[in-house]
C-alpha cells in the first residue's frame, strides 16, 4: 500500500489518481497505518521532520505503520538519519534523469506562455540569453529555438562549452549584455550582479526559474532599478501534467 501526503500542492492529488487503487492520499497521519511506501513532497521534511506544507510529523506516520520505503523530493540529513536508524530504503524523485527532463520541458512550456503573453507573443527579433546549462536551460532553448533565432546560453564549465558548441548552440559570455532584451536564469549562484547590471538593457525583462540565491542578485538589481521575476515552481501550474511526470518517475522506483 501507497500513501501520499496531501498538502496544497495539486500535482501529488493528480498523481494519486494515476495509482487508481492501493493509494491513500491524506492529510491525516493516522490514515497511513496500512501503508509499506510513503511518498512526500518536493520539499520533504523540515529539520523536525515535519512534511513541508503539512502539520503531519514523519514520526506519527512511522510510529503508526510499517514503512520499508520512503520516497521524497528533497532529502536532508535529518530524514537520512531517520532513516537509517529505522532500516527503511530512501530514495529521490528528483535524481530520476526522466524525472528531470519532462520536467524541465513542462518548465519551458510554462515560461513560455509567460514570456509570450509579457511580449504580446512578439518575441521573434529579440535577443534571449538563457544563463546555465542544466536540464532546465535546454528545455528552454529547444523551446525558444522553434520562433526565436537570437538564442545564446552561458555556462562556466567548460565541458559544458564544448557541448553546447558541438551541438550547434551559440554560447555567450557575459561581456556582452547590453545586447540582450530577455535573460532568464536557471542557475542557483548568482552570475549577475554588482556593477554587471549597468551594462543592461534599461527596458530588459529578467526572469530567474531557480532557488535561492538566483541567478541575479536581488539587492543589486534592486540598486540599479531593475526588477527580477522570479518564478519559481513552475510545473506545479500545469498540476494534471506534472503529476503524471511524478507517477511515471515513482511507478518506476517502487
Not at 491525516?28 to 520539499?43: V, Y
Request: glycine share 4%.
Amino acid at each position: 500500500m501507497i500513501g501520499i501526503v496531501k498538502t496544497s500542492d495539486k500535482r501529488f492529488l493528480y498523481m494519486s489518481t494515476y495509482f487508481k487503487e492501493g493509494v491513500i492520499y491524506s492529510d491525516k497521519a493516522l490514515d497511513f497505518k496500512d501503508i509499506d511506501t510513503l511518498i512526500l513532497p518536493i520539499g520533504g521534511v523540515d529539520r523536525f521532520l515535519f512534511v513541508k506544507d503539512s502539520t503531519i510529523n514523519l514520526n506519527e506516520i512511522l510510529n503508526n505503520s510499517n514503512v520499508k520505503t520512503i520516497i521524497a523530493g528533497k532529502i536532508n540529513e535529518d530524514l537520512k538519519n531517520i532513516c537509517q536508524n529505522d532500516d527503511i530504503k530512501l530514495l529521490s524523485y528528483l535524481d530520476d534523469p526522466f524525472y528531470a527532463w519532462e520536467n524541465a520541458k513542462l518548465t519551458s512550456y510554462v515560461l513560455l506562455k509567460k514570456i509570450l503573453n509579457d511580449f504580446d507573443d512578439s518575441i521573434i527579433n529579440l535577443n534571449i540569453l538563457i544563463l546555465g546549462s542544466g536540464y532546465c536551460a535546454r528545455a528552454i532553448y529547444h523551446m525558444l529555438k522553434n520562433i526565436n533565432k537570437n538564442l545564446s546560453i552561458y555556462c562556466k564549465d567548460r565541458h559544458d562549452i564544448k557541448e553546447l558548441y558541438c551541438k550547434g548552440i551559440e554560447y555567450e559570455d557575459l561581456n556582452n549584455l547590453s545586447k540582450y532584451d530577455i535573460i532568464i536564469n536557471t542557475v542557483d549562484f548568482n552570475l549577475i550582479k554588482g556593477s554587471m547590471f549597468s551594462d543592461l538593457k534599461y527596458q530588459v525583462k529578467l526572469y530567474d526559474i531557480a532557488s535561492y540565491p538566483y541567478g541575479f542578485s536581488l539587492d543589486d538589481a534592486s540598486n540599479y532599478h531593475f526588477k527580477v521575476e522570479i518564478l519559481p515552481k513552475l510545473p506545479s501550474l500545469v498540476p494534471r501534467e506534472a503529476g503524471q511526470v511524478l507517477y511515471l518517475t515513482i511507478k518506476k522506483m517502487i
